[in-house]
């Protein structure tokens, strides 16, 4: 989309208006029948629709005498389900052939109310909505036509409500195609999650903005068509508080501690995909004491950029489902997924503490070095116990600490990374009153140390060539925090741990 100075108003709203146009005659043409494939371009579309209709709305929060706004509604493949539990549904689409055939399967309802318009046009008084729903929408949206949408969203919303949106990113994944004339815009998952949290309203009692829940791709599409690119979104309306000036945690992480340029600097230490101690020599180390067989699923908890995923789904043929928080993270695997088309690992954003997944599902959980960041552990650790299958094994290595009391630089540096450390023994405790048996823990403090000053003197010598890559500044910076690190670990205050577990069969 071309960007216009302020003094380029009417160019760019006549601009607007073209694409509007452009996106409309498309969506005409494609809308003779109203018929799920026009909807889906794809001439597999029953059974893709069969299949990922009840997925989808797995991923909603409860919408029980809800009131939801649909936009983007379509044929209406999702508002009869909808509304059977809501109290009311207002279902849009831009295009009347759609929305007339909602009309006509849906219209026994007398809690729906049917809307022919375009949803960055319409208007609601605030607070109208507990959801807002949209299923391949924004996709045929500007950059311009996003950013009103997010806002009014957040006007439209109650605090507390949810924005829940479903998009195509990279590439088209219908069969039936069309390129020559697809309007369609195909981002990068992040583009979407950047799109939400740019946006603040104020309101009579403070600011409120979005903040990510989850960020997933559609598993239907995974299991039929080998696609992870249909990605799925959750938002939630939230009331901002700083964290070290940051409206979020989240959003610390990805401008702070976990900014592209930070996960860079940290692969050219450990190596391409990773972002702990020893890159994938400790990984493959940890990996081999593990009994992974063909087939089995593993939950990797702070993936971070996927290195680990990527060669466990490859050397071992099982099936990766890696989370983290940082979207410039899972934004990096998302890319980097690309080029591992045999890889059955699968990416998405989330706050590992708000989110579920179904009981004994997983064979495996990992972890390297990411379960610090996490307060309540014990609650965190039932929840793993939960979605481990009878059998199913944990495995995780993570910062750890000396008794107390700890130097002042040291509770400074805590506080400032917001680190929740545990000695060896409140670990094990932890894993015990969890409900895992079987329990192995081992202080690697040795090894951590070991593999510090190796990457510390392989920095140093590789000092001319990082600078030219980044900056003499960012060199001071790791080579600081390494010395650091050593020193803590030199008064026995900052340690390093690998723990093992198992569910009772």
């Not at 997925?55 to 929060?61: D, Q, R, V």
């Not at 369609?184 to 309203?201: C, E, G, L, M």
């Not at 599902?361 to 070095?369: A, G, V």
Request: aromatic share 14%; glycine share 6%.
């Amino acid at each position: 989309m071309p960007t216009f100075k302020k003094n380029d108003e009417n160019m760019e709203l006549n601009t607007n208006q073209e694409d509007r146009q452009k996106m409309k005659d498309y969506w005409v043409k494609h809308s003779q029948f109203a018929s799920i494939q026009e909807m889906l371009l794809d001439s597999n579309a029953e059974t893709i629709s069969d299949n990922e209709l009840p997925e989808i709305l797995s991923f909603l929060p409860s919408f029980k005498s809800k009131k939801l706004l649909e936009l983007g509604a379509g044929i209406g493949r999702f508002t009869r389900v909808i509304a059977q539990q809501a109290e009311h549904v207002v279902a849009v689409d831009f295009i009347e052939k759609f929305i007339e055939k909602n009309r006509e399967l849906n219209g026994d309802m007398d809690n729906i109310d049917f809307m022919h318009g375009d949803a960055t046009k319409i208007s609601f008084p605030k607070h109208s909505f507990d959801i807002i729903f949209s299923n391949w929408l924004l996709m045929y949206l500007n950059d311009e036509e996003i950013f009103e949408l997010v806002e009014n969203s957040l006007k439209f919303l109650k605090e507390g409500g949810y924005c829940f949106l479903r998009e195509s990113c990279f590439h088209s994944s219908g069969n039936i195609k069309n390129a020559e004339e697809n309007p369609t815009v195909y981002r990068s998952p992040i583009a979407y999650v950047d799109y939400f949290q740019s946006k603040v309203v104020e309101e009579d009692d403070g600011l409120y903005g979005f903040e990510l829940v989850f960020a997933r791709p559609n598993r239907t599409y995974i299991e039929l068509k080998n696609n992870s690119n249909q990605v799925c979104f959750l938002f939630q309306k939230v009331k901002l508080h700083a964290h070290h000036g940051f409206k979020t945690i989240k959003e610390f992480f990805d401008h702070k501690q976990y900014s592209l340029k930070g996960i860079y600097r940290y692969e050219k230490v450990f190596g391409q995909g990773y972002i702990s101690t020893g890159g994938q020599e400790t990984t493959d180390l940890f990996l081999q004491t593990l009994d992974l067989k063909p087939g089995m699923r593993v939950l990797d908890v702070g993936c971070g950029t996927g290195g680990a995923d990527f060669y466990m789904s490859e050397k071992y043929g099982v099936e990766v489902f890696g989370l983290d928080l940082s979207s410039n993270m899972i934004g990096v695997c998302w890319e980097r997924a690309q080029q591992h088309k045999n890889a059955k690992a699968r990416f998405e954003i989330g706050d590992v503490t708000k989110h579920d997944y179904p009981t004994n599902y997983f064979d495996y959980i990992f972890s390297r070095d990411s379960l610090l960041h996490i307060c309540n552990k014990k609650t965190l650790f039932k929840k793993f116990h939960s979605w481990l299958k009878p059998g199913g094994k944990i495995f995780y290595s993570d910062y750890i600490c000396g008794p107390k009391p700890w130097s002042d630089e040291f509770q400074v540096y805590v506080e400032q990374r917001e680190y929740d450390l545990l000695t060896m023994e409140k670990y094990e405790n932890v894993l015990k009153e969890s409900g895992f048996i079987n329990i192995r823990t081992e202080d690697k403090t040795k090894m951590f140390v070991d593999y510090l000053n190796k990457e510390l003197d392989h920095l140093v010598k590789g000092k001319d060539e990082f600078v030219k890559e980044f900056s003499v500044k960012d060199f001071d910076y790791l080579v600081d925090g390494w010395k650091e690190k050593l020193i803590r670990c030199n008064q026995g205050h900052q340690k390093y741990g690998i723990f093992y577990a198992e569910k009772k069969n």
